[in-house]
């Protein structure tokens, strides 16, 4: 069966489900909210939400579809799932790490990966990165990698030269 749409990862929030689609749509310069729902009076015992207040955002970045669900305290992120932002250039790496990484938690930075102010993972990375670790001299790439937080192309490059 082939799906007609692509898949839409659903981010469940607390509370902060605007204030995080927000900063997304401000870091993404190719983003956009499609659509904002509502809680009602409907459910509300089991959701406990008021209402009137958000209950979804449907957003894109990039293009990419997401949900930003506002369902209460019930589930957190873990590093388990990450976004990868596919980079072509040391800037694009510089802009996306330290936008996404502002208010993040400084020690869940290790090899590219980052958790933003909301606790969601992300790796930013350059595009050649799958290239670079499966190359001949992957052992190198790795060695240099590891130690490192933030990637850095031009030492991931040498290393695999």
């Not at 809680?39 to 997401?66: K, N, S, W």
Request: net charge negative; hydrophobic share 45%; charged share 20%.
């Amino acid at each position: 069966m082939q799906l007609h749409r692509p898949i839409q990862p659903c981010l469940w929030f607390d509370t902060q489900a605007e204030e995080a689609v927000k900063h997304y749509i401000a870091i993404f310069p190719d983003a956009r909210i499609t659509s904002v729902s509502h809680y009602g009076e409907a459910g509300r015992d089991v959701h406990g939400m008021q209402p009137g207040a958000v209950m979804t955002i449907v957003f894109e970045l990039d293009g990419q579809p997401f949900v930003a669900l506002n369902g209460g305290p019930q589930f957190r992120f873990t590093e388990a799932v990450s976004f990868q932002i596919m980079c072509d250039t040391q800037e694009q790496i510089d802009y996306f790490w330290e936008r996404l990484g502002d208010g993040g938690d400084p020690a869940a930075r290790q090899c590219g990966w980052l958790k933003d102010r909301f606790g969601l993972s992300w790796q930013v990375v350059p595009t050649e990165i799958l290239s670079l670790v499966a190359g001949p001299n992957s052992d190198a790439v790795m060695a240099a990698l590891m130690p490192m937080q933030k990637l850095d192309i031009a030492v991931l490059r040498a290393a695999a030269r």
